[in-house]
């Protein structure tokens, strides 16, 4: 762990006090970093540098978040308690009214203001799990008569959010997703239209063509594309084995996998089949898989996934809020597979909370205490969602990330806490500081160069508020859209 730094380091951060991975707590600890964000050199029990970002509190590697719909952030607080309480398919009509308003600009604004979000609470990292591509009606930006209004052409969107993630300092897995039906053996419904490339062909070739665009902008460190299904009832058995021959190599592959027992009775039906079973037989369940929620499944699709080292992608306070019901995470790190947590639809944006629901969870389906301690809670949060994007997670050793969330142990949450368990106290609240890369990005719940994240959420999701209303209004093209009997 110990070593001389290297006179190429070009970042320095001196930390109060630290949670080394193989030494526990430690005091006074300098950490050096190279230009590309990695750690090169560790040296505990030394003094601060002139220059060196300073952080109070125990510094633990931050976390990444390995499942994220940034525009579902606009529904917090509107769907949690419905008449009737509700089900995860009344709150998607939600969820696509708000899809129906984006913009490049708007999501532009929303995003970087929820990416804003994540890097104060101790989130560094995304993957983000997207699907708003088009225009509401399916045709792609840089085509028709208003072609000159959006320069990037059919990636609006799509750069949209790597601008959004470069301005608040968070690195970014792009998952691009492909889209294709509204259910097995159901067309495309009329709000799923911009979701879609309309052939698997068409999204792989835009796929390409995005990839070449991102790199050409931004450093593979901060901003990288992956892939995404957005499920198996999205994404129709022919189109899987066609995805499945042309992906590129080496990218990683995000699928949403057995949220909803429906989903799992219909893939059944249609194909003799469970979703796992249905992706592993076209070949897409490997080790850069990674499986999205995993709520409903059987004891064959846990041994299927772990054998094949794809990572479990758990959601706790999603899966809570619209009762999913409680993922068998337990038996998953039996069977020696690599989890992961996500925010997905930012109902909580507080990697401390996803730590703690995913103990708590396990507690409530066994009946039992004590299954991830720790030193398991931080490595899922930080290395399990970093591997889910295919980066290098966070960590205090030379040629891990210097992505570190610093908490302090005093105060009215943390105070009396064994430092070694302020996994099960701690909250974003105590967050003292937030370095991505060996920079400071956040401190004391304000972001270094955008401050406090409320008043951006505000401002964009009443932009976004104001804009589904104009467009839901009596008469307005969108208004078809919305018409009561579309809604079940």
Known sequence: ??????????????????????????????????????????????????????????????????HSHAFHRA??????????????????????????????????????????????????????????HHRPDGTPYGQGADSHDHDDGPHAMELAL???????????TLLDTCYLAGGFGTPLGARQR????????????????????IS????????????????VRAVPEQDLAVIAQHLPPG??????????????????????????????????????????????????????????????????????????????????REAGAQLALGTDQHAVVDPWLEMRALEHGERLRTGRRGHFDPEWLHGIASLGGARSQGRPGAGFSPGLAADYMAVDPHTARTAGSSWEQLAYTATAQDVTGVVVGGVLTARDGLHSTLGDPGPLLAAAIGR?????????????????????????
């Open 194 to 213: 911009r979701f879609s490339d309309g052939t698997a062909e068409r999204w792989l070739a835009r796929l390409g063509s995005l990839r070449t665009a």
């Open 1 to 66: 762990m110990t070593g001389p730094l290297t006179d190429q380091a070009v970042n320095a951060v001196w930390c109060e006090h630290a949670w080394l991975e193989a030494e526990g707590i430690a005091d006074a600890v300098r950490i050096e970093a190279d230009a590309d964000g990695l750690v090169v050199g560790v040296l505990p029990g030394v003094r601060a540098r002139e220059g060196d970002v300073v952080l109070r509190g125990v510094a633990f590697p931050a976390a990444a978040n390995a």
């Open 251 to 332: 990218i990683p592959l995000h699928v949403h996998v057995s949220e909803q027992p429906a989903e799992n009775e219909d893939c059944v039906r249609a194909t003799g089949c469970t979703p796992t079973a249905l992706l592993h037989r076209h070949g897409l369940v490997t080790d850069r898989l990674s499986a999205v929620h995993a709520t409903h499944v059987t004891e064959r699709d846990i041994a299927t996934l772990a054998d094949a080292g794809a990572v479990i992608v758990l959601c706790p306070t999603t899966e809570a809020d619209l009762a999913d019901g409680l993922g068998p995470a337990g038996d998953f």
């Open 75 to 132: 529904l917090r607080g509107r769907t949690h308690g419905t008449v009737g309480g509700g089900t995860f398919w009344t709150w998607r009509e939600t969820m696509y009214r708000a899809a129906d308003a984006l913009t490049p600009a708007l999501y532009e604004e929303l995003a970087t203001a929820v990416y804003a979000e994540m890097v104060v609470a101790g989130w560094t990292s995304v993957a983000e799990f997207h699907y708003v």
């Open 162 to 172: 790597a601008r959004a993630a470069v301005r608040a300092g968070i690195r970014l």
């Open 464 to 488: 976004l508020d104001a804009a589904a209303n104009a467009r839901n209004e009596p008469g307005s093209p969108a208004a078809r859209y919305t018409q009561p009997w579309e809604r079940h």
């Open 216 to 231: 050409s902008r931004h450093p593979a460190h901060r901003v990288t594309v992956g892939a995404a299904l957005h499920s």
